[in-house]
């Protein structure tokens, strides 16, 4: 399982940006970020043909998560913006889960390199 997370930027309170992942596989897809000083926390996901989603209490109504698998692509939608949304994004893939691991990191097997998001005031 190959990953490659993109689409992060500088980007003003209150707006948008769109992330995604290249993402190989018949996976499970996550995206987790990282601030500085602060633990690696579980974001959002997606199962393999989109049928289910999850998404961490801070984010529920701001982002969305799809995927296009003919794209091989997981993308996670976000608007309007914070601050305390500026992190390190990473995506993960993994293959065996439950409802109950998909939001810890342990879950997840296969990373791909973070992508920044800095959200300015």
């Known amino acids: 399982v190959q990953l490659q997370a993109s689409g992060g930027g500088l980007v003003q309170a ?18 987790f970020r990282q601030a500085p000083g602060k633990e690696r926390e579980f974001v959002a996901a997606i199962n393999w043909i989109g049928s289910r ?18 794209k091989n692509t997981v993308y996670l939608q976000m608007n309007s913006l914070k601050p305390e949304d500026t992190a390190l994004y990473y ?4 293959l065996q889960y439950s409802d109950y ?8 097997d296969y990373w791909g390199q973070g992508t920044l998001v800095t959200v300015s005031s």
């Open 101 to 108: 691991t998909v939001p810890r990191y342990s879950t997840y």
């Open 14 to 31: 209150g707006g948008s940006l769109r992330l995604s992942c290249a993402a190989s596989g018949r996976t499970l897809v996550g995206w």
């Open 91 to 94: 995506c993960a893939a993994d």
């Open 53 to 70: 989603t999850y998404y961490a209490d801070s984010v529920k109504g701001r982002f969305t998560i799809s995927r296009d698998n003919a």
